[in-house]
Nanobody, 119 residues
Framework: VQLVESGGGLVQAGGSTRLSCTASVRTFSRYSVGWFRQAPGREREFVASITMNGRKTSYTASVKGRFTISRDDDRNTVNLEMNSLEPDDTAVYFC?????????????WGQGTQVTVSS
């Protein structure tokens, strides 16, 4: 499984950006997908996920109402719309996928893409 993230970069506080991740899997619809992030000096943390049937989304408390995760199974892609960005959102963002419905441990990780929010 290969995951390729795109998007991010430098954004001003209060601004928006969008991350995308394309997976090289045979049947993308059979995978739950999500995003984690890691800020300098901090542990990696869960950001958001969406189940393989798209019915359930989950978000960490700090991004609820600001970030939206979505999936496009025809394009093997998961997106993360990030609005009202704050400097604390600065991190490397990692795309994850797994065959489990709502995994506790994610087996497949992308290389990460940097998001920097300037104040």
């Amino acid at each position: 499984v290969q995951l390729v993230e795109s998007g991010g970069g430098l954004v001003q506080a209060g601004g928006s950006t969008r991350l995308s991740c394309t997976a090289s899997v045979r049947t993308f619809s059979r995978y739950s997908v999500g995003w984690f992030r890691q800020a300098p000096g901090r542990e990696r943390e869960f950001v958001a996920s969406i189940t393989m049937n798209g019915r359930k989304t989950s978000y960490t408390a700090s991004v609820k109402g600001r970030f939206t995760i979505s999936r496009d199974d025809d394009r093997n892609t998961v997106n993360l719309e990030m609005n009202s960005l704050e400097p604390d959102d600065t991190a490397v963002y990692f795309c994850v996928v797994d065959e489990v419905y709502s995994p506790k441990i994610w087996n497949y990780w992308g290389q990460g893409t940097q998001v920097t929010v300037s104040s």
